[in-house]
């Protein structure tokens, strides 16, 4: 009798495959079996590229003679330790009795390109049947969906070529990059610290990231705080009240154009601002005249659904975790049927999805923290129109739609930590709040004018709570959010009422220096090819192939941290680079800037994306990469520049003369990186 194999990515998840499938499976030894089928398990990777000794043996010593390091066909090995389970699972896809075999990896390209190296090494003969589950939740239906309608395995042929490229191209220039740069001047970095020798560890994404830390660093070092000065002019209320209204700049003023003026609301000199004072003070009558006064409704709408990115952010914010610890949380939610697929950028519902969204809000109800929202949305019927919004919207998914609660699995929760309860609900609040309405404001701005010249006041006043009743509290509120003034002090004022003038004061401001990126922040600044952008709504406007992809920035992050590149603040998640790190960065800056540059790092992943939509061949994409690495190689070898790197070190080096031995812990960095020198990421 003809079978089908499901391979899963790991035992948990072919456990749920057997589950759905409800057939009557005995336990054997790296595998299920049944009468009808058989479901097995990969262990993650079982199969990794080769290192450069395999293909010769004269690879195996450092030498700049043996660079670059381009082979034409790629060697691959399994890898030692579940090399047993390679066996199980090779076996099963040969079998005799096995006519179809169901690809259950994880739905992505990580995922495929774990099966597609097992197939590849196990040697599966063509005639056997390959159909692809693709599944954005490990719920029963779901899985019984994706089974129903899987495809022939030759559909994600692109995304296989995308997947293997990717690797290669992390492969190529992590060993050849870091062997060239490791040769060339690791010396002169041990001499610097005082060690043996010096490995200087070098990827494609890994060292961009660097790069964005220490130049946002050094950013900071060079600011130069800048006082300004404003007028505030403090206008008489009925009821001993006052309305504090600051001045600005206009065509008409005395100020027009003068070279004094920081922006159009203060002055670069206190004296300016005294000498604006005294022209204002010779005015006759000191009285102030509502020139206009508007009135206005401003609406804010819910944000859109969490990716992986977004949810990194709020949880480094709130929680003080990181971004590994954020995906490691919420996979572990997804494998318990709570939420759907985690490694995604898309922010938005699939029109099919949407369909069927009253199912997830039904289960909901049974959640009781948001259980009242849930009802209410079920009573309104509100969610009845979400496929025809901006949450729903089929050509923004590539992948998988956003992270969103199934409704299920909420038995679960009792097993699990604090920490991923909140994270869930997080999750939760922000799904259901797309079904409310948006928060409104009350707006009412006034200008004012003595003599020539312009005051102004606002208020800003939240008249209808809408999705800010679910919000989480810490990602509803901002700055904007809170009322400028007392909306009282506006009541009674028209246009062509007259105030009598208080009295007039200076405020004194400083410009403030760039933010350090904590761990969220940055990985917002990866996903925007290196730019940090607050604001919701433009983020999505701009948004597009970043640095790295949602299911690698954290561990990019990590290893960053591990080999002390960086340091990440656990109480903070504040991120800044450290002593070796500023070092590498300005090894790499003397001899390849190029990999520093994120908008370059970022079109080497908008070309995997290519490659996976078949825009481009992945010979076209080979050509390019080893080419880049050919001329990259032929330029530092050229170069004669390894002394002049100490006056970098050493400007540096005095930004860390106060911290416990910096010298020292970039010593034992230095022993710590020597294992992490091949197919960086």
């Given amino acids: 009798m003809a079978k089908s194999l499901f391979i899963a990515e790991k035992p948990s998840v072919a456990q749920e495959f057997a589950k759905a499938l409800k057939q009557n499976f005995s336990r054997r030894d790296g595998y299920l079996e049944s009468q009808e089928s058989v479901v097995t398990?990969?262990?993650?990777h079982l199969v990794t590229m080769s290192y450069p000794e395999k293909y010769d043996e004269k690879y195996k010593r450092w030498s700049l003679e043996t660079l670059p390091f381009l082979p034409e066909e790629f060697k691959y090995e399994v890898i030692p330790d579940v090399e047993k389970q390679f066996r199980i699972v090779s076996g099963l896809l040969n079998r005799e009795d096995v006519a179809t075999i169901y690809v259950c990896t994880d739905s992505g390209r990580e995922g495929e390109y774990i099966?597609?190296?097992v197939e590849m090494m196990a040697g599966v003969k063509d005639k056997k049947e390959r159909r692809r589950v693709w599944i954005d939740s490990q719920t029963e239906e779901e899985i019984l969906r994706g089974i129903r309608e899987a495809k022939d395995e030759s559909a994600y042929d692109n995304l296989s070529d995308a997947a293997f490229l990717r690797a290669k191209e992390d492969y190529l220039m992590g060993i050849n990059f870091s062997r060239l740069l490791t040769l060339r001047y690791g010396n002169v970095v041990a001499s610097y610290l005082g060690t043996r020798s010096q490995v200087i560890s070098v990827g494609r994404v890994m060292t961009c990231v660097l790069g964005m830390v220490v130049k946002r660093e050094r950013e900071i070092r060079s600011f130069v705080k800048t006082p300004f000065y404003r007028v505030m002019a403090g206008l008489a209320l009925p009821g001993d009240k006052k309305l504090d209204a600051e001045w600005r700049v206009t065509p008409d003023s005395v100020y027009a154009g003068h070279p004094a003026l920081y922006k159009e609301?203060?002055?670069?000199?206190k004296k300016e601002a005294e000498n604006l004072i005294c022209i204002l003070q010779k005015i006759e009558p000191q009285i102030a005249e509502i020139i206009s006064l508007e009135k206005k409704q401003e609406k804010k709408n819910p944000p859109l659904l969490y990716n992986?990115?977004?949810?990194?952010?709020?949880?480094?914010?709130?929680?003080?975790?990181?971004?590994?610890?954020t995906l490691k949380t919420v996979q572990e939610l997804y494998e318990k049927k709570l939420v759907t697929y985690p490694r995604t950028d898309a922010r938005v519902l699939s029109s099919a999805v949407a369909k069927e969204i009253h199912r997830n809000l039904q289960g909901l109800t049974r959640f009781e923290p948001c259980r009242q929202f849930a009802e209410e949305i079920l009573a309104s019927g509100s969610f009845k129109g979400i496929g025809k919004t901006r949450y729903t919207n089929d050509k923004q998914i590539t992948d998988h739609y956003a992270i969103i609660p199934t409704g299920q699995g909420l038995s679960a929760l009792r097993s699990?930590?604090?920490?991923?309860?909140?994270?869930?609900?997080?999750?939760?609040?922000?799904?259901?709040?797309?079904?409310?309405?948006?928060?409104?404001?009350?707006?009412?701005?006034?200008?004012a004018s003595i003599g020539k010249e312009r005051f102004f006041a606002g208020s800003r006043v939240l008249v209808d709570k809408g999705y800010l009743a679910i919000a989480v509290k810490e990602t509803a509120q901002n700055k904007q959010d809170e009322p400028q003034l007392d909306a009282g002090l506006f009541e009674g004022l028209r246009k062509g009422s007259k105030l009598p003038v208080k009295g007039y004061e200076i405020k004194e401001g400083e410009t403030s220096p760039p933010k350090r990126y904590?761990?969220?922040?940055?990985?917002?600044?990866?996903?925007?090819?290196?730019?940090?952008?607050?604001?919701?709504?433009?983020?999505?406007?701009?948004?597009?192939?970043?640095?790295?992809?949602?299911?690698?920035r954290a561990e990019i992050l990590k290893k960053l941290v591990n080999i002390k590149y960086i340091d990440l603040n656990k109480k903070t998640q504040i991120i800044t680079p450290t002593l070796l790190g500023e070092m590498i960065h300005d090894v790499v800056a003397s001899s390849i800037r190029s990999l520093l540059n994120p908008e370059l790092t970022a079109s080497w992943e908008?070309?995997?994306?290519?490659?996976?939509?078949?825009?481009?061949?992945q010979e076209e994409y080979?050509?390019?990469?080893?080419?880049?690495?050919?001329?990259?190689?032929d330029g530092v070898l050229k170069l004669r520049n390894q002394y002049n790197l100490r006056q970098y070190f050493d400007y540096s080096a005095q930004f860390y003369k106060n911290s416990k031995s910096p010298i020292a812990a970039a010593k034992k960095a230095g022993t710590s990186v020597k294992k992490s020198a091949g197919g960086e990421k």
Avoid: H
């Fill in 518 to 552: 904590n761990s969220g922040s940055m990985i917002l600044a990866m996903e925007n090819a290196g730019q940090l952008i607050e604001d919701e709504e433009l983020r999505e406007q701009i948004k597009g192939s970043g640095i790295g992809t949602s299911a690698t």
């Fill in 115 to 117: 099966y597609r190296l």
């Fill in 622 to 633: 080979m050509t390019k990469l080893n080419n880049f690495i050919k001329s990259r190689t």
């Fill in 265 to 269: 609301n203060g002055f670069k000199e």
């Fill in 606 to 617: 908008k070309g995997l994306t290519y490659v996976a939509e078949g825009t481009i061949k």
């Fill in 41 to 44: 398990w990969c262990v993650g």
């Fill in 308 to 325: 992986l990115a977004e949810l990194q952010n709020d949880c480094s914010r709130m929680f003080k975790i990181s971004p590994d610890e």
């Fill in 416 to 447: 699990v930590s604090e920490r991923s309860r909140k994270v869930y609900e997080v999750i939760v609040r922000r799904f259901l709040s797309i079904f409310y309405g948006p928060a409104v404001y009350k707006k009412i701005s006034v200008t």
